[in-house]
Structure formats: structure tokens, C-alpha cells
């Protein structure tokens, strides 16, 4: 059996790049802050302005027989 210095290296770097990733002193990425009032309020604003647009462009189907 030959050794391959190669696969040898590429199989360290592996090793370092996944199971590293998970030792104790490993960055932590924090939390995204919760979205502020104010931009909720946009934000629901918004997509009733957009309901109305899409009732405007695609309004609903009219009866035209009475049911019964």
C-alpha cells in the first residue's frame, strides 16, 4: 500500500473545515434583532395597498344567476 501525501492533506483540511467548525471556542453569529413597530406598521400598510391592487387588477367574479 502507497502513501498519498495528497489525499493525506486534502482529507486534514476536511477534517478542520466541518468538525472544527463545532469546537467551544468557535464564533458565534448572534441573533437579528426583532423588527422595530415602525416597520411593521409599513410593512402591513403595504401589503394592504397591494391586496387593493390585486383586487383592482383581478376582481373578483360577479354572480349572475340567483342560487336556488
Do not use: C, N
Amino acid at each position: 500500500m502507497t502513501f498519498d501525501p495528497i489525499a493525506a492533506d486534502l482529507a486534514v483540511r476536511a477534517a478542520r473545515a466541518t468538525a472544527g467548525s463545532a469546537r467551544p471556542h468557535a464564533p458565534v453569529v448572534p441573533d437579528r434583532p426583532d423588527r422595530t413597530p415602525r416597520t411593521t406598521a409599513a410593512r402591513s400598510r403595504m401589503a394592504a395597498r397591494l391586496h387593493g391592487l390585486a383586487r383592482w387588477v383581478e376582481p373578483a367574479p360577479r354572480r349572475t344567476t340567483q342560487p336556488g
